[in-house]
């Protein structure tokens, strides 16, 4: 009989255990968010995708370890320790990824401006001389006697 206790106390301190990994995770999330803006549906979307998982893991644990059954000290045991983790450890955990997100953010930034500096400069240099090939093609046009809109160089007549 003390094992049978003993058991359903590792599960239900594993339960604790399980609701404070889920909220970092949750935690991981926000930090992204923090630091690369979404738009509300996208929050929503990804609110919605995070409780289905959330769900199917809940089931997988119970099926796992209490062989499916439902017991009302596993989800005390989910709240408890989304709780305490939220209380305790959650804010020092989400200022921490905010900033090494941020600075991986920044990193990776400063690596692609430095990789398209030299790109960005081409690119300048083609629009510039297109541009005055354009206005040299167009002079040309204009002096063989094309008027704008004419597209097969005909001469229009001039009607009386």
Not at 10 to 18: E, I, N, R, T
Not at 32 to 55: C, N, P, Q, T
Not at 101 to 121: D, E, M, S
Request: charged content about 20%.
């Amino acid at each position: 009989m003390q094992e049978a206790v003993l058991g359903q106390l590792y599960f239900f301190l594993g339960a604790v255990w399980f609701g404070a990994c889920l909220l970092l995770v949750y935690d991981g999330i926000r930090s992204f968010r923090i630091v690369f803006r979404h738009k509300m549906w996208v929050v929503s979307a990804e609110d919605v995708l995070y409780w289905i998982f959330v769900g199917f893991l809940c089931f997988r644990f119970l099926c796992w370890y209490n062989w499916g059954e439902l017991r009302g000290f596993f989800f005390l045991g989910l709240f408890i320790g989304m709780a305490v983790y939220y209380l305790l450890i959650s804010p020092k955990v989400l200022e921490g990824l905010v900033f090494l997100l941020h600075n991986i953010r920044r990193i990776f930034g400063t690596i692609f401006r430095v990789v398209r500096h030299p790109f960005a400069k081409i690119g300048i240099n083609v629009r510039w001389r297109l541009k005055r090939e354009r206005k040299n093609v167009k002079i040309a046009l204009m002096r063989k006697g094309h008027k704008r809109g004419d597209t097969h160089g005909e001469k229009k007549d001039k009607q009386l």
